[in-house]
């Protein structure tokens, strides 16, 4: 069941991805639509270098971060169709909160550390092309409850269930057609919670 390299699944293997995964019948025909597109040489299997030919991917900073947070779940250098379902899993709306909180938190953990310090934050935000710090600043004074200098796991949780908007855009509608238009936009899965209101 790994490796499918038809243009349509056959109704076993529909039935097979549906039993081992939170997607629906219609969700995993969608995503396959999108696995082809992506796999231009009809391989079977993408590579993090095909996934970063997603157009988002090739214009987001977190590119690089966000494959290799890919990797590091999933283990392998082809990523199968089932590969493909259990990464994306991570945003549907089935899928406990917590997954999607430690996913983020994993991504912007650029030092592997366990914790956002300041000069993770301020880098996190000069990637983005803001060289205000006073938001980090704001958010290490807001959220750094024991006034550590960093925003351990714990502190992360709480800002990300402080604001809905974060969730809500954490969640990818899988019903849709994605073959021609990319609904997995990383500026809507990993920038979120710095274009947050302001406190």
């Given at each position: 069941?790994?490796?499918?390299?038809s243009?349509?699944?056959?109704?076993?293997?529909?039935?097979?991805?549906?039993?081992?995964?939170?997607?629906s019948?219609?969700?995993?025909?969608?995503?396959?639509?999108?696995?082809?597109?992506?796999?231009?040489?009809?391989?079977?299997?993408?590579?993090?270098?095909?996934?970063?030919?997603?157009?988002?991917?090739?214009?987001?900073?977190?590119?690089?971060?966000?494959?290799?947070?890919?990797?590091?779940?999933?283990?392998?250098?082809?990523?199968?169709?089932?590969?493909?379902?259990?990464f994306?899993?991570?945003?549907?709306?089935?899928?406990?909160?917590?997954?999607?909180?430690?996913?983020?938190?994993?991504?912007?953990?650029?030092?592997?550390?366990?914790?956002?310090?300041?000069?993770?934050?301020?880098?996190?935000?000069?990637?983005?092309?803001?060289?205000?710090n006073?938001?980090?600043?704001?958010?290490?004074?807001?959220?750094?409850?024991?006034?550590?200098?960093?925003?351990?796991?714990?502190?992360?949780?709480?800002f990300?269930?402080?604001?809905?908007?974060?969730?809500?855009?954490?969640?990818?509608?899988?019903t849709?057609?994605?073959?021609?238009?990319?609904?997995?936009?990383?500026?809507?899965?990993v920038?979120?919670?710095?274009?947050?209101?302001?406190?």
């Amino acid at each position: 069941m790994g490796n499918v390299n038809s243009t349509f699944l056959s109704e076993e293997e529909l039935k097979d991805f549906k039993k081992s995964t939170i997607f629906s019948y219609a969700e995993i025909e969608n995503l396959y639509e999108r696995f082809c597109y992506l796999d231009k040489l009809h391989q079977g299997y993408l590579t993090y270098n095909e996934l970063n030919n997603i157009p988002e991917f090739e214009m987001n900073p977190f590119s690089k971060l966000i494959c290799i947070a890919i990797e590091k779940r999933l283990d392998y250098i082809n990523i199968t169709f089932a590969h493909f379902l259990d990464f994306l899993s991570i945003f549907h709306e089935k899928t406990p909160k917590e997954c999607r909180i430690k996913f983020l938190f994993s991504v912007l953990d650029l030092n592997k550390d366990e914790r956002l310090c300041r000069s993770v934050l301020k880098r996190i935000n000069n990637i983005m092309g803001n060289n205000n710090n006073k938001e980090v600043e704001d958010i290490l004074s807001t959220y750094d409850f024991d006034r550590k200098g960093y925003l351990d796991y714990n502190d992360f949780v709480f800002f990300y269930n402080e604001d809905d908007s974060i969730e809500s855009k954490m969640i990818i509608d899988f019903t849709k057609t994605i073959k021609h238009s990319v609904k997995l936009k990383l500026s809507d899965i990993v920038l979120p919670y710095f274009l947050k209101r302001k406190r």
